[in-house]
């Protein structure tokens, strides 16, 4: 089976396209570089031992899309392709709901025109917000995210969801909670553009000497040390899931399917745990200071994965520990390029 991957040179995207090689898929690349670069497909196809096809533009030209479409004869897709700064979202609102929604609502429209099924939607932990439960269900109620990247996500799925209702689709919406990880090839992980905003590549980045301390946001939360706890998926975790989720949708004998599954590993770690876990694991110092909070942070997120696990067959098991000695050999990786 063909398979459109959008965004499939980026972080999660191109660990899914290793998986969906090995899994025998076709896979079709559409990514528009815009926050990654040529060498990582040279990577997969390093890594996988497989040739994707790539198709380098900007997935909000309606008519490439509807060649790509004629061209191939495309049966479901994962759709990665976004903008993702939070921080960057306030000051660029119009660029994120354009860029996230109108790839999105693109390529729903070419498979209602064509008929086609089997759609899969990154979504995000960020949508329930300060959840009032914890772990956060399925069905824990949304909130209204402080974020535009946010409400990008949040209207994603309605968009979705309406689309697959009205035109009797089979959709998976994949809330993941905070990936993190390299490829355990050291040849494929995450490219932060200029000051990282996520704590895994800033605690990295100190650690390399390219930043010169971390900023631990806020040391006074309720939590059992005092800094903010999250969930920590390894990407190459939750790039199986994404399999596992389009090998259901394909089985499925349903006209409509609409699957929501939270993506964590069910553990929150706290910022502090994440560095003293990136020293031991990597034996190198990462020199920090407290700072006050960060403005839109929430105290504590993490998932209740046990629907995935059920209905998937599929588990995160994968510690922090390795995960994190991960990111450090692609850090030394990333450092041999220059
Ligand atoms: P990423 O930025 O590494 O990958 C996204 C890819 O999409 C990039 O390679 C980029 O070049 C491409 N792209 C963006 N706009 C495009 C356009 N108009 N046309 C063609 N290509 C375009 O991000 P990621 O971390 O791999 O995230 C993948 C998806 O998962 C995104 O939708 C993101 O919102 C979502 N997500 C990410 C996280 C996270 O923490 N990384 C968490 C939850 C959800
Ligand atoms: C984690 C913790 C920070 C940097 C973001 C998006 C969310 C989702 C995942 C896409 C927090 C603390 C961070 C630093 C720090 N992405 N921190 N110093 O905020 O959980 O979520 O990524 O959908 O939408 O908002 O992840 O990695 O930014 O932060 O102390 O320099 O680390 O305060 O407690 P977050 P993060």
Partial sequence: MTILVTGGLGYIGSHTVVELL?????????????NSEKFILENIEEVS????????????????IHQLFDAHHIEGCINFAAYKAVGE????????????LFILINILQEFKNRNISNFIFSSSCTVYGQADEMPIHETTPLKMPESVYGKTKQMGEEIILDFAK???????LLRYFNPIGAHPSGKLGELPLGIP????????QTAAGIRKELS???????????TAVRDYIYVVDLAKAHVAALQKLIASTEDTVLDIYNLGTGNGSSVLEVVQAFEKANQVAVPYKICDRRVGDIT??????????????WKADTTLEIALKTTWQWQKYLESRN
């Fill in 89 to 100: 979202s306030q000051e660029k609102p119009l660029d994120y709901y354009e860029n996230n």
């Fill in 300 to 313: 504590i997120a993490y998932a209740n994965a046990t629907k995935a696990e059920k209905e998937l067959g």
């Fill in 49 to 64: 031992g497989k040739k994707p096809i790539f198709y380098p533009f900007d997935l909000r030209r309606k008519e490439l």
């Fill in 22 to 34: 090995k899994n025998n898929f076709e896979v079709v690349i559409v990514d528009d570089l815009s």
């Fill in 216 to 226: 631990i946001f806020g040391n006074d939360y309720p939590t059992l040390d005092g």
């Fill in 197 to 204: 905003n996520n704590l895994v590549p800033f605690v990295t």
């Fill in 166 to 172: 009205a035109y009797h689709k089979k959709i998976s």
